[in-house]
């Protein structure tokens, strides 16, 4: 954990793009460490502009410190072990101990200077992806700076020209790096406070990962084929629940550094998409929906007012992707015989088990598998077996939650007569009219 308190202050200004030298270094920030796996308290401004700071799914914002007028940061980029759910951890490339890095919060107009040092075994960079920068700090290596070798320090200083989100990521062997979860979020608030303010702020970042069975390592040269589909390195039922309070507005920042595509969809409720990577959608150009689409590369934030109340999914609405650890080359067996099946595939694996004829349906499966392996689908709730896994997660809306607590409420208590029951099937054929033949289907 790290100490804000400690880590607040003054120091000599470090102004050289590449930091080295006792001198030097005596002036760069601490870097702050986590080691928690679940979403921090914001951070909330002590001075300067008032605003109403994020809280990042399975994560947490970075601590600065003033520098007369410039807030300065300290990025450590280095090897990270992160926990994917409760039984499977990876070994990943990240930031200050966590894969994705910590979110990155500052108000638009602020000065900023980030420290950046290379603890990878290879050299890196930083690219501030979306944001209007110099060309000197956009941190394409080779192109607009040297790269970052390994055990140096370089500093990037700009200002937040504007308000938003976006993200940053290297761009210094990016196949590689970023397949190995080297990313994060910047949230750049209005210098406004009443500009669209909302009770509730939420960010993460979707990545994705190829990790077989019993290994620890993601395959970093795959480039469609993905077993965990994550949102900040997490996959359900190791993803955090969104707490809102009934009436609460809310909004939601998703960035996208994977290879695809994410239909992200919240049940119960319409949002309009209010900003991207690129800056704020009008009022007037805002339309509701209930599913938006975030493009590889991209930001997509939309706002909601959470004024139904209970326990909502919320996920990619692509269906391999609300799954963990699947193999895609898998036949289909529904309606083949069991028994017929059972028998010839036991002659070459005595062993196998013979499933999938009657659907793929595993909330109730034990299977024995692979060490650090997650089963396809996980998570229970208080009905039996929640069938997801990977991008998904539940928004929590209750009535008594206090202003700033983003603790698990539990699960919802149903009022009586609101949830869906059983019914005894009909004892007889329904009435027809008479008269009437019976429908037949045309061929």
């Known amino acids: 954990m790290f100490s804000r308190r400690g ?9 050289a793009s590449v930091v080295s030298g006792r001198v030097q270094a005596a002036s760069i920030p601490e870097a702050p460490h986590m080691d928690k796996v679940v979403m921090q308290p ?12 994020v809280v990042t799914l399975n994560g947490w914002s970075l601590p600065f410190r003033m520098n007369g007028d410039w807030k300065e940061f300290h990025l450590v980029a280095e090897p990270v072990v992160r926990e994917f759910a409760e039984g499977m951890k990876v070994n990943l490339w990240g930031y ?19 420290f950046v040092t290379n ?10 992806h979306g944001m209007i920068i110099p060309s000197g700090m956009d941190g394409v290596g080779g192109l607009n700076q040297p790269h970052i070798d390994p055990g140096k320090t370089f500093v990037y200083e700009f200002e937040m020209r504007k308000s938003g989100t976006f993200m940053y990521h290297p761009h210094s062997d990016e ?42 390592l993601p395959k970093v040269n795959e480039m469609t084929d993905f077993n965990m589909w994550t949102w900040n390195a997490r996959v359900f039922p190791g993803i955090d629940p969104l707490p809102v309070r009934l009436g609460d507005k809310v909004r939601v920042r998703i960035g996208n550094l994977s290879m695809t595509n994410h239909p992200i969809h919240l049940h119960g409720h319409s949002f309009a998409v209010t900003c991207t990577d690129g800056g704020w959608i ?18 997509r934030v939309f706002d909601v007012l959470a004024d139904n109340p209970g326990d909502w999914a919320f996920h990619c609405h692509k269906s391999h992707h609300t799954m963990n650890a699947m193999g895609h080359d898998m036949r289909n067996l529904i309606g083949v015989s069991r028994k017929d099946l059972a028998k010839a595939v036991g002659k070459l694996a005595p062993d196998a088990m013979v499933m999938g004829q009657a659907g793929m349906a595993m909330g109730n499966m034990e299977m024995p598998a692979p060490d650090n392996t997650l089963p396809m689908m996980s998570g229970t709730g208080q009905f039996g077996p929640i069938e997801m896994g990977g991008m998904f997660t539940v928004m929590k809306i209750r009535e008594d939650l206090a202003r700033d607590d983003y603790r698990d409420p539990g699960p919802y208590q149903f009022p ?7 019914v005894g099937a009909p004892d007889a ?4 009219q008479p008269g009437s033949p019976p429908h037949k289907m045309k061929m």
């Not at 994705?100 to 602020?110: K, L, Q």
């Not at 603890?119 to 501030?128: K, Q």
């Not at 009008?282 to 930001?299: I, K, L, R, W």
């Open 119 to 128: 603890r990878l075994p290879e050299y890196t960079t930083v690219h501030w």
């Open 96 to 114: 200050n101990g966590q894969s994705p890095g910590p979110t990155i919060e500052a108000v638009e107009g602020d000065k900023v200077r980030i």
């Open 429 to 432: 054929a329904p009435m027809r």
């Open 416 to 422: 009586k007569g609101t949830v869906a029951y059983e």
């Open 282 to 299: 009008p009022e007037s150009a805002q339309y509701p929906e209930t599913t938006t689409d975030v493009p590889v590369g991209a930001v």
């Open 175 to 216: 196949m590689v790096q970023m397949a190995m979860g080297m990313m994060g979020m910047v949230v750049v608030h209005p210098r406004d406070p009443n500009f669209r303010p909302v009770d509730r702020d939420f960010v993460f970042v979707m990545s994705t990962y190829r990790v077989d069975p019993g290994t620890y």
């Open 42 to 53: 914001p951070l909330h401004p002590i001075s300067g502009p008032d605003y109403r700071p």
């Open 7 to 15: 880590f607040l202050g003054t120091a000599a200004l470090a102004s």
